[in-house]
């Protein structure tokens, strides 16, 4: 180790940020640039009869318009990238997603027509002028209707609007035969509500074409330009990828909504090479409401069953999963692989089984959000032990710690744990975290406080949640035979400059998560030159070799392993030009502190050196490429699993039902940790987010489909006064199967804090008779159970 | 996200801004801060043909201790008032209420005239003026006239102002009741706006209610003085019982607003709730 | 019609059509584009920016409206190539993911402590609640705020 790994190092790409030099997708203009605006559709589910765009044509800086029946059949919209088939072998269904609505529209804000003029203003006022006619249909927006006979059908070839059902683990006769025989079964039906990920920078997408070379050019908003360049050539617009270039510049976070392929990145490529001029669509917050991919909405039975001991016996679990009007890129894979592969939790439950009927309704479609089935996963899982622990009378610290997975390493003699669900664990000391926590908490006179509260009739309560995650996807050969279309590796080029100073190229996209720092941190140690000779490269698939990009919590376990192989490559090809230059042998020589030195000798020369040499190859190894420049593709062995325990200590005020978050703790394990305030930063950042679910935030849809809080003037986001500040910890239990053994932190902290929260308000009122709350736990819902208790 | 072309009038003074209104009729709209009028326009709710600024006009930038009353002129923005000595003194739920409003670059911008022309139904100011019994002075082509505050609101973004006339003062009365006011907010959790705002204004003597007022914001379509827990509690002695028989009133046999995400059951409970926080403050 | 102002210190003068908002003629018409839009109804505050010192949503503005205004954006925050302290307090406390919100929260700050230099952890909450933040769950910008009222004695 040197001197950067495991420290707080201030970040690079700051530096941009804090003085307004960032460059987003919108703040790009190109020479000649026209902008679109979308015409959506107002209704969840209508037969368009007619578009009448004669008064848009006649508008002032007109410049083209296009319907869906305009764009050639063969561009049959945009794909699905996990096939997810019936429990008995039948195909997924995988209803099309066109680029435009071809006759129907099934959500509110479905694509139906695009206007194109010289300002965005005129684009507005030309897109204003156009006139829609629909023949309004039924509309369904809760999944349980929608699977039901009768229910509004969305697609054609799609019965009962069901997509797949799925079933996992270790088989319904087990647990419900456990169940059976259980000494205490405790029951939850559970809603886990539709959220809206609402990163502050709207998506945006310009498309740009080069007809002398026949070339395309796409900036947009992504996490991912590699995996949009694929999914766009391969499966939407038919285009050879040579011939295209994704850039995905600074990004205003994405938190899983800037995963996918969205039909406006395809329709700007498309449109361009149409008006040979490059074309600006940005979204509107509405827009961003109405159409950027969506998150959680299951609604969940779940059972969990004890012995007489409190020992888990069984857990029983059926979901019913909205997926929205269409399948979106991961969709398919949040309430299955994402979210049923968890629902052993850090428990020894012998038996486990999960089922999950998914399907479509007229609402935006859902796909990853921040956590991406483990969060709902985690839900019900905690929210069953915490219930369990008031029924049975227990201390819910104490009915966790009797039922966890024992400590192991992932080493021989402390193999992985193999889940009832599929997973194989790779290390973990789930008490080690709870623990910890409690410590932190100062539990047992947390406790007292609790008592002492409740007896001046203050409604005080304390929530706990402990979680498992599966981060750093993903095994290629593992989720390729669970039906992803795509392996999930990383890619790293690192380039060395003649003159010893290195440039990485990551598929890695950052957007937030700091990588700019924490791989120049990587780097500068293994190499021992200073961070400053580091620069880092990524979002630009004409530059980085190839990359899956961010998101599963997966940049430093697998780009960074990627990142660590390239990295040994440099050294063993530069050892060889050392050893050349030393005359000595490779095996003579050690690397440390940026020098090759002859072991025992004090003759050694440095990094830079090496390099200047393999460019300048006079004096040189026979037979050996000049150049230092190494590429690596780096697969992971297994998922790696990060876990955690968290708590909120809350005060209801009594007369309004308003939720008081008092203290929020976690003590958090992703492994090691190369930037310990970037990765702080990442668990405040999920925390929040995770409050947010459970106090504040829930998109709703009205009864004809109309999403009745698209705005921020009604879809309620934790602000700084609505939170408090965050006292974290963390144990490090490092990942056995990577390089690094780093496990991921991106998510952890939305996954574990929504349970933990609902958990202390369920608890505050428990002395009333309130047994479970839906989320947002918003004023009124509190108030109205403490009503219905009274 | 853009608004719809109009013509744009800077006025030189109150009358300027006066003539113009005449001369560019119906559809001219008067611009102050911009605060409540940008927005809906940026959305094309709302689509005036020609904006008369009247931002500019210092004239209209003053907060005035007139002995009897305190004058506020239209043109002082949220922070002013938020902000300023006299009005903490005089009319303490005044400064509270415009510490409340939107966010701080809100108030920043944002004026009191232009919010009581707006008249939005979820504005703060509007129970906070009717409790502490404001007048409203307005000029038109005609000259000044004023408006109590109890016949200013007139129904859901209805005023009492004509169109070719402007807003120009708040008028405070420096009683003994004002100088005991406050205002107490349930906000809305996205936009903040109050799903009940009270104001209480309320003078004291010999531990009994000698005076009161109460004014709320945000419960109905318009804001209403409520008559139910001010007869209740005039003249009584302040003790727990009496202010928690007098908030029980609250809204009652008023119309009160529901939506998908707070219900008229318990918009009124909260009503009662605040009205009992308020008057329980001030006593 | 004719709009002039001053920007970061710098006189300009455009012909602007009256509908043009202000943050549109900072980002298009001078490049300016530090500043951020994040939505349509005057909520997210990642357009703040300082009109003749206080800081307003640019979003919600009439470039018009600012005929003969003093204007400062993020790009005029330093001072001779200098960091401003609040500047150099989100870098220092991690007050920054993204970077998408930062220059409204930095301009926020500077609005709040230019009104009270040692604000508590409660007016630094309120004071920024006209800022959203979706990566950092504001605890590291409440640090930063802090910081940078410490620096200044």
């Keep these: 180790m040197g001197q950067y790994m495991g420290q707080s190092v201030k970040r690079v790409e700051d530096q941009r ?72 072998g039948d195909t997924m269904k995988e209803p099309p997603h066109p680029l435009l609505a071809r006759g129907k529209a099934l959500h509110v804000g479905d694509a139906v027509a695009v206007v194109i003029a010289e300002t965005q203003a005129q684009a507005k006022d030309a897109a204003a002028m156009v006139q829609v006619e629909y023949e309004e249909l039924p509309a369904v927006t809760d999944i349980s209707a929608a699977l039901k006979d009768g229910a509004p059908q969305l697609h054609d070839g799609v019965p009962n609007n069901k997509i797949f059902d799925w079933e996992l683990g270790s088989g319904l006769d087990a647990v419900d035969s456990a169940l059976a025989g259980a000494a205490h079964v405790t029951s939850l039906d559970i809603v886990n509500q539709r959220l809206v990920p609402n990163p502050i920078e709207p998506r945006s997408a310009i498309g740009d074409y080069d007809d002398s070379r026949d070339y395309h050019t796409l900036y947009t908003s992504s996490q991912n330009p590699h995996v949009i360049r694929l999914l766009m050539c391969a499966f939407v617009l038919g285009l050879p990828e040579h011939k295209v270039r994704v850039v995905a510049p600074d990004v205003g976070g994405g938190f899983g909504s800037k995963i996918f392929h969205y039909i406006e990145e395809a329709l700007m490529v498309w449109v361009a090479k149409q008006i040979k001029r490059p074309v600006k669509w940005t979204a509107e917050r509405t827009e961003s409401f109405l159409t950027d991919g969506q998150g959680r909405d299951h609604k969940t039975k779940a059972q969990m069953g004890f012995d007489s001991n409190g020992k888990m016996v069984a857990l029983k679990v059926e979901t019913d999963a909205n997926l929205g009007a269409y399948l979106s890129t991961f969709s398919t894979a949040v309430p299955t692989y994402l979210h049923g592969t968890l629902m052993q939790g850090l428990y020894t439950t012998p038996a486990v089984h999960i089922t999950v009927n998914a399907g479509v309704t007229n609402t935006a479609p859902v796909d990853a959000y921040r956590g991406a089935g483990r969060p709902e996963a985690t839900f019900v899982l905690e929210r069953l032990v915490e219930t369990a622990a008031a029924e049975m009378g227990v201390d819910p610290a104490e009915l966790r710690l009797k039922n966890f997975i024992p400590p192991f390493d992932g080493s021989e003699d402390q193999p992985g744990y193999q889940t009832q669900v599929a997973l194989q664990y790779d290390s973990g000391n789930y008490e080690g975290v709870l623990k910890r926590l409690l410590e932190m908490s100062d539990y047992e006179n947390l406790k007292k406080d609790r008592e002492a509260a409740r007896a001046n009739g203050k409604l005080m309560g304390i929530g706990l949640s402990t979680y498992i995650e599966a981060c750093g996807i993903a095994p290629s050969a593992v989720v390729g035979s669970l039906g992803a279309r795509a392996g999930l590796f990383e890619a790293a080029n690192i380039r060395v400059e003649p003159t010893g100073s290195v440039t990485l190229f990551t598929g890695s996209h950052s957007h937030g998560q700091g990588h700019e720092t924490t791989f120049a941190q990587l780097i500068a140690d293994d190499l021992g030159i200073p961070i400053e000779n580091v620069e880092i490269v990524h979002g630009d698939t004409a530059k980085v070799p190839f990359g899956m990009g961010t998101y599963g919590s997966r940049s ?30 490779t095996e003579d020589l050690d690397f440390a502190e940026g020098k090759w030195t002859v072991r025992g000798t004090d003759k050694s020369v440095a990094f830079g050196d090496v390099s200047l040499t393999a460019y300048v190859p006079h004096n040189y190894p026979e037979g050996l490429e000049p150049g230092l420049d190494e590429t690596s593709f780096y697969d992971p062995a297994n998922f790696t699993y990060p876990f ?7 005060e209801v005020d009594p007369d309004t039902g308003k939720v008081d978050l008092k203290r929020f703790i976690s003590c958090d394990d992703v492994g090691n940790v190369v930037n310990p305030m970037i990765v702080d930063g990442q668990i405040h950042g999920g925390v929040a987010q995770g409050i947010g679910q459970a106090l504040l935030e829930g998109a709703v849809y009205d009864e004809s489909g109309q999403l009745a809080n698209a705005s921020y003037m009604d879809y309620a986001m934790p602000r700084a006064d609505d939170l408090p500040s965050f006292e974290l910890d963390r144990t490090v239990t490092p990942c056995p199967h990577n390089p690094l053994g780093a496990k991921g932190a991106g998510e952890a902290g939305t996954i574990g804090s929504t349970p933990a929260v609902v958990n202390a308000v369920v608890d505050a009122l428990r002395p009333l008779g309130v047994t479970d709350l839906e989320m947002p736990l918003s004023p009124q819902r509190v108030w109205a159970a403490m009503q219905q208790a009274k | 996200m853009i608004p719809e072309s109009f013509d744009y009038q800077r006025a030189s003074s109150v009358s300027d801004a006066i003539s113009l209104l005449h001369q560019h009729g119906e559809g001219a709209k008067i611009l102050a801060g911009g605060h409540s009028l940008v927005p809906t326009m940026k959305l094309r709710l709302s689509t005036p043909a020609t904006l008369i600024d009247i931002g500019d006009l210092t004239e209209l930038k003053y907060i005035s201790d007139k002995g009897d009353y305190l004058a506020i002129g239209a043109g002082a923005t949220h922070w002013m008032l938020e ?10 739920a005044l400064s509270q209420s415009a510490g409340q409003v939107g966010d701080v670059q809100v108030r920043n911008r944002g004026t009191i005239g232009g919010v009581l022309a707006h008249s939005d139904p979820q504005a703060d100011y509007p129970g906070v003026i009717l409790a502490l019994n404001a007048t409203i002075v307005v000029q038109g082509s005609g000259g000044e006239r004023t408006i109590a505050a109890a ?44 799903y009940v705002g009270c104001a209480v204004a309320m003078s004291t003597a010999g531990g009994s209610c000698a005076e009161i007022r109460v004014g709320f914001s ?12 001010e007869n209740a509690l005039q003249g009584q002695a302040l003790s727990e019982s009496s202010i928690a028989a007098a908030s029980a009133k609250a809204a009652e046999g008023r119309s009160v607003l529901s939506d998908v995400f707070v219900s008229e059951e318990y918009r009124r409970a909260m009503a009662q709730v605040y009205a009992k926080r308020a008057l329980s403050q001030l006593s | 019609m004719k709009v002039s102002m001053t920007v970061n210190g710098t006189a300009f003068e455009h012909d602007v059509e009256p509908r043009t908002l202000l943050v549109q003629h900072l980002r298009e018409n001078m490049g300016l584009t530090g500043t951020h839009v994040g939505c349509d109804t005057s909520s997210c505050g990642a357009c703040t920016i300082l009109v003749n010192g206080e800081t307003v949503k640019s979003c919600t503005l009439l470039a018009v409206q600012c005929d003969g205004a003093d204007i400062k954006t993020i790009e005029g925050m330093a001072t001779n190539g200098d960091l401003h302290p609040i500047q150099e307090s989100f870098r220092e406390k991690h007050g920054l993911q993204c970077g998408f919100c930062t220059p409204g929260m930095i301009l926020s700050s500077w609005q709040l402590l230019e009104r009270n230099p040692k604000p508590s952890e409660g007016e630094i909450r309120h004071a920024l609640e006209g800022n959203f933040c979706r990566c950092t769950g504001y605890d590291n910008i409440v640090k930063a705020v802090q910081h940078a009222s410490q620096q200044s004695a």
């Design chain 1, 17 to 88: 940020f804090i003085t307004g030099k960032g460059q987003y997708t919108d703040d790009i203009q190109l020479p000649g640039m026209t902008f679109a605006t979308i015409i959506r559709s107002p209704l969840a589910h209508a037969n368009i009869t007619n578009i009448d765009l004669s008064a848009a044509k006649n508008a002032p800086g007109f410049v083209a318009s296009f319907v869906g029946s305009d764009i050639p059949e063969a561009i049959a919209g945009v794909p699905c990238g996990w096939q997810v088939d019936f429990k008995n």
């Design chain 1, 556 to 585: 430093l376990a697998v780009g960074g392993s990627a990142i660590v192989k390239s990295l040994d490559k440099i050294k063993e090809k530069g050892a060889k030009i050392a050893a050349h230059l030393l005359e000595a042998s």
């Design chain 1, 644 to 650: 955690g325990a968290h708590m909120a200590v809350v």
């Design chain 2, 83 to 92: 902000s300023s000595d006299l009005i903490q003194q005089k009319a303490p």
């Design chain 2, 151 to 194: 016949d200013y609101f007139t129904g859901l973004w209805e005023t009492a102002l004509e169109e070719t006339e402007i807003l120009t003062e708040v008028r405070i009365p420096t009683d003994n009741a004002n100088a005991n006011s406050c205002y107490l907010k349930f906000p809305q959790p996205a936009s903040r706006y109050p």
């Design chain 2, 218 to 229: 945000g419960v109905g379509e318009t804001a209403f003085r409520d008559s139910g827990v």
